[in-house]
């Protein structure tokens, strides 16, 4: 099949999207714009074929040339940027870009957020440091249920478990020992099974490797001949089909040859051991296979980093194990600068971030903080019910933070936890890696962000704008929101939003509508709308004053937890009255809230009556929950979470009404729903 060229010249993004960057965070979607405006790739004509819609991560690695460019599905340009790492690269859920590189004296990890549309100098974290053990990290892989990242430590023949969520010059959290040099990995997570491609032409393959960190070493080890019964060499790039159980292997052969280079399809990939006959092999002069450092899947489309011949190209393979191979051109070739690495990410709508859930078809249990006073034997504790409240809360990790307040969960299922103390010394918010699959903090694992510059004094409410990549904090002694990067780590500097000089308690972003609410201590919610495009420079565009028959309810009123239903454009509010009351609690709705301003009449409400009778059992609702249907309460003075069945459905759910259920738990601070 003759191969296309692409031309680069005249090629635009297919979606035009808003670029901010205000103090080192990304604004809104960050800009496609390039970082160099010469990218250095080689002329090219058009006729692409068809491919399904994907984002495309190229790295390059060469003396002159260390950036990330972000193409289309069809290798167009969308973006340039670097990341201060310069080998193997992956995407992870939360859209952050992983990358490991070898430019310092040992090598690092950093994890940059906005992978698709960051610009270099955003924030990003990083862990380097002698403690690491890193020597030569070339390719990677994430375990995302554990929170860990793999990497294959080529200059010490290892593999390193790190902390996907750690910071700084922290110790890997397990060393896997290997007989030779490894390049690249792959691992399957249905299977818990990690594929390493290593250097001296062989395979090593662990089994239930999750489970048991590659204690007693790989399980079996295979070469690869091909059809005319040359062995392999020098493994590099290497991915797998689960679908179909096959591997795909880049072999570059003798490192300073630009025309030796392989790549081979390997069927029944879990059972191979010992020396293996190649189903498929493509080789030859019109491959143009001379260092194939990298390989990708998607589906059954190929793309491979060619990193020497003809000074480095990304080759892309249609219906890969369809093919007969031999000496085969590529179906699209794009001259790019000395490609190291790629990840490609199929187009899809992104997961919902926890706040954002709208099905209650969902499966989730509910996670709750308890923080009936600082220091004392549960706070910092975390819980989980059923949904179904049957039975107490069971605890689930131990931050061992003196004082947890808020927690929520990004797409990866890494928590997020403010904690306050009532000073910047003490106060701040904790990063926990794959929260489900752990039992207490680790500093080699988990990272704070904390210190003077952070404004952190006294943090409620944290929301993630998981597609901004942002944290938005409700700082309740400053009386202000505070917005950082979701790669924030250390003293980092906020982005601040005035909310008028009121104290805010807890916020939800609307996706959708690209607006932000802010529930304030005053009764009152404050709105900033189009919030990417500025994150509120400009003040609050609207407050709305939940009112009965046109009159606001009368003080003390005192919101705090708050969630936007996107479905029926409703918000839904918390309000405690006075903090240390048992029984002045309320729950409100307020209808058509994408527009709402002002003075705004609740559409249901849910209170204590006032003449003895009261059935709620509200005081101190101070968060809320939502799944789409069913509201859950984390009740503080009254020690309860409570669940509100077809909160906004049901007629019946309103006035001097008891909740569908409830269950007891000991001064409960924060609730959110945490998918499974």
């Not at 549309?117 to 020597?135: C, L, Q, V």
């Not at 959290?173 to 290997?178: H, I, R």
């Not at 910092?380 to 307040?405: I, K, M, V, W, Y």
């Amino acid at each position: 099949m003759k191969p296309n060229h692409l031309s680069e010249q005249g090629k635009w993004p297919k979606k035009t999207l808003l670029a901010l960057s205000v103090s080192g965070l990304i604004v809104g979607l960050s800009g496609c714009g390039s970082d160099d405006d010469n990218d250095n790739d080689g002329p090219v004509t058009g006729g692409a074929p068809d491919f399904t819609p994907a984002t495309v991560f190229v790295a390059s690695n060469s003396s002159t040339d260390t950036n990330v460019r972000v193409r289309d599905e069809d290798l167009g340009l969308l973006n340039t940027y670097t990341t201060g790492a310069n080998e193997g690269l992956l995407v992870n859920k939360a859209g952050g870009l992983v990358q490991a590189g070898d430019l310092g004296s040992t090598g690092n990890l950093v994890t940059a957020c906005n992978a698709a549309t960051r610009m270099t100098g955003d924030a990003s974290y990083e862990i380097a440091g002698a403690n690491t053990t890193f020597a030569s990290p070339k390719g990677i892989a994430t375990i995302a249920s554990e929170g860990l990242v793999v990497v294959a430590n080529n200059g010490a023949s290892t593999l390193l478990l790190m902390g996907a969520s750690a910071s700084g010059n922290v110790a890997p959290v397990a060393t896997v020992a290997l007989a030779a040099n490894a390049w690249d990995l792959v691992y399957d997570d249905a299977s818990d099974r990690l594929f390493v491609a290593q250097v001296d032409g062989s395979v090593a393959v662990f089994d239930a490797f999750a489970a048991n960190r590659g204690v007693g070493g790989a399980n079996r080890t295979f070469t690869v001949v091909d059809g005319d019964g040359e062995a392999s060499v020098n493994l590099h790039g290497i991915d797998y089909d689960a679908q179909g159980d096959r591997l795909v292997i880049g072999d570059v052969g003798a490192a300073g040859s630009a025309d030796d280079g392989k790549l081979y399809v390997i069927d029944n990939a879990s059972s191979a051991d010992g020396q293996i006959t190649a189903a498929t092999t493509f080789k030859g002069p019109n491959t143009r296979l001379g260092n194939p450092v990298d390989l990708q899947l998607d589906g059954t489309d190929l793309r491979v980093a060619e990193k020497a011949n003809g000074g480095g190209a990304v080759l892309v393979y249609q219906n890969i194990f369809s093919r007969s191979g031999g000496d085969v051109a590529a179906d699209l070739i794009l001259d790019t600068p000395a490609p190291e690495s790629l990840a490609v990410v199929p187009e899809a709508d992104p997961a919902p971030g926890v706040t954002d859930i709208v099905d209650p078809a969902t499966v989730y249990k509910v996670l709750t903080t308890s923080n009936p006073a600082t220091g004392s034997a549960t706070s910092g504790q975390l819980f989980t019910n059923a949904r179904t409240l049957a039975s107490a809360p069971a605890l689930a990790f131990d931050s061992n933070l003196a004082s947890a307040e808020n927690v929520t969960l990004d797409r990866d299922g890494n928590a997020y936890i403010t904690f306050d103390d009532g000073t910047t010394a003490n106060s701040g918010i904790a990063v926990i890696g794959a929260l489900g699959a752990r039992d207490n903090f680790d500093a080699n694992r988990d990272r704070i962000i904390t210190g003077a510059a952070t404004r952190l004094m006294s943090p409620k409410g944290i929301e993630l704008a998981d597609d901004l990549g942002l944290m938005i904090v409700a700082e309740n002694g400053g009386a202000e929101v505070l917005v950082f990067s979701a790669c924030a780590s250390g003293n980092a500097a906020p982005v601040t939003v005035s909310t008028g000089g009121v104290a805010p308690w807890d916020s939800d972003y609307d996706p959708s509508g690209d607006t932000l609410y802010v529930a304030l201590t005053n009764g009152t919610v404050a709105v900033y709308d189009d919030f990417s495009q500025d994150m509120g420079a400009g003040g609050i565009d609207r407050t709305i004053t939940p009112a009965s028959g046109g009159t606001p309810f009368a003080a003390p009123t005192n919101l705090h937890g708050i969630r936007y239903d996107q479905s029926s454009d409703t918000l839904i509010l918390a309000d405690v009255g006075a903090g240390g009351v048992d029984n002045d609690g309320a729950l409100e709705t307020i209808p058509a809230a994408s527009t709402a301003n002002g003075v705004t009449n609740v559409g249901k409400r849910i209170a204590n009556p006032g003449d003895g009778s009261d059935l709620t059992g509200l005081g101190n609702p101070v968060d809320i929950a939502f799944d789409g249907q069913d509201l859950y309460v984390a009740e503080k003075i009254n020690g309860q979470i409570q669940v509100w069945k077809n909160f906004l459905t049901d007629a019946a759910m309103i006035g001097n009404v008891a909740p569908s259920d409830s269950v007891a738990a000991t001064a409960p601070e924060s609730i959110v729903l945490m998918p499974e």
